[in-house]
């Protein structure tokens, strides 16, 4: 089923295709602003951004929802789309340096 992942699997295959920060060359990180449970589930805000130089790109801030199934995977119900546009705007600010 292609919306099951684990949560930390699914980001870090997107970080492999994160092109190296502009700045200081390093890859940057989902960091975990705060994370918490509303009534759909439970929700994460996320940064993209590189925790070396602090540098991140627009939209780099994002939310995703989501539920953890019985086997502690983690079903990505919303925010898809905004981890990829994240990741596709760091990369394209990373393409013009
Ligand atoms: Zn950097």
Redesign the pocket.
Known sequence: MEDKNTFFESLLLDVDNVKN?P????K?EFIVESCGSSREGLYWDLELR?N????HGPNSHFSIAGRIARDSCVFILEGKDKLQQAVNAWNRRADDE
Not at 52 to 55: D, E, V
């Open positions: 920060c700045w200081c060359g390093n940057p590189c070396c130089c602090r540098n």
